[in-house]
């Protein structure tokens, strides 16, 4: 997602602390109080300023803050729940991080493949490009090729992929500000989609969130109700919602598998806390994904 160029006035924050390496969890109890309300303090200020969103905050399983914060709605009218459907940005590449992940723990490909190994018409520049190299944007692929909003399909956004110039050779280290590629991870999406048989959101809908019980995050198959979907901004001006720009079953090519996917604060815990505890991939792919996950 190009959050550089879409500034939108809602967002979902989660955050899950567990273990000793955090400050903050050896904090005794009391202080522990003292960070959370300071925090509800910081982000009810923030209000006044334009902010708006859907915060929560977890420690050990224990809700700490759990609120909606300014308003829903372009009118400025409807106050932000803590329920209320988002789009996640780029939390869509850890997701489709998993699926690949997911693939290979059913045996139907490898991290070491080449992409040429999975999909048709690779031309012989970007033939050895691997899986890998797309999860850790090391691909030298370019970020984008055309805005989130602008629907192109996957023969479009595929033709375009492999026609490009790469910036780098495949494999290079760099910083990831130079080497950082949304179009890499929709790249991935289309392995998916070849490997698996099925479209990309309804591989991850079953494999990744029906089995956590999942209903609510998505594209186009969960059926929101509108007034739960927040409005966000785009230079000072009503925007909308991400879903407003997907195709009739899915969205651009530009955006699938690397952003504008929806959900709630409490369905993106849900589903990093079941990765946590091994319930979608098994330890040694969740231990690669840990190091790995974008």
């Known amino acids: 997602m190009k959050f550089n160029k879409l500034a939108a006035f809602t967002s979902a924050v989660v955050f899950i602390l567990a273990g000793e390496s955090f400050t903050f969890c050896q904090a005794p109890v009391r202080a522990i109080d003292e960070i959370v309300a300071k925090m509800d303090k910081h982000l009810t200020d923030g209000e006044a300023k334009g902010f708006s969103g859907s915060f929560l905050l977890i420690k050990d399983g224990k809700t700490l803050l759990q609120k909606g914060y300014g308003f829903a709605d372009c009118q400025r009218q409807k106050r932000t729940a803590t329920e209320m459907v988002f789009d996640i940005g780029s939390l869509t590449k850890p997701i489709t991080a998993v699926a690949i992940l997911k693939l290979q723990s059913q045996g139907k490909l490898k991290v070491d493949d080449s992409i040429s190994q999975h999909l048709d018409g690779v031309p012989a520049d970007k033939a050895g490009i691997t899986i890998l190299q797309l999860l850790r944007h090391r691909s030298g692929l370019e970020d984008v090729f055309g805005e989130d909003e602008d629907y192109v399909t996957k023969e479009w956004f595929l033709k375009k992929a492999f026609e490009s110039k790469l910036r780098f050779k495949p494999g290079e280290p760099g910083d990831i500000d130079d080497t950082y590629s949304n179009a890499g991870y929709?790249?991935?999406?289309?392995?998916?989609?070849?490997?698996?048989?099925?479209?990309?959101?309804?591989?991850?809908?079953?494999?990744?969130?029906?089995?956590?019980?999942?209903?609510?995050?998505?594209?186009?198959?969960?059926?929101?109700?509108?007034?739960?979907?927040?409005c966000g901004f785009r230079d000072e001006k009503p925007w909308g919602s991400v879903r407003d720009f997907y195709g009739k079953t899915e969205p651009s090519w530009n955006l699938l598998a690397n952003g504008g996917m929806m959900s709630t604060v409490s369905e993106l815990n849900t589903f990093f806390t079941a990765i946590l505890q091994d319930k979608i991939l098994p330890k040694a792919e969740k231990d690669f994904y840990l190091e790995t996950a974008a």
């Open 186 to 230: 929709s790249l991935l999406g289309a392995i998916i989609e070849k490997v698996s048989g099925l479209s990309y959101e309804e591989y991850v809908s079953r494999n990744l969130f029906e089995p956590i019980g999942l209903k609510n995050t998505g594209y186009r198959k969960p059926n929101w109700k509108s007034e739960r979907v927040v």
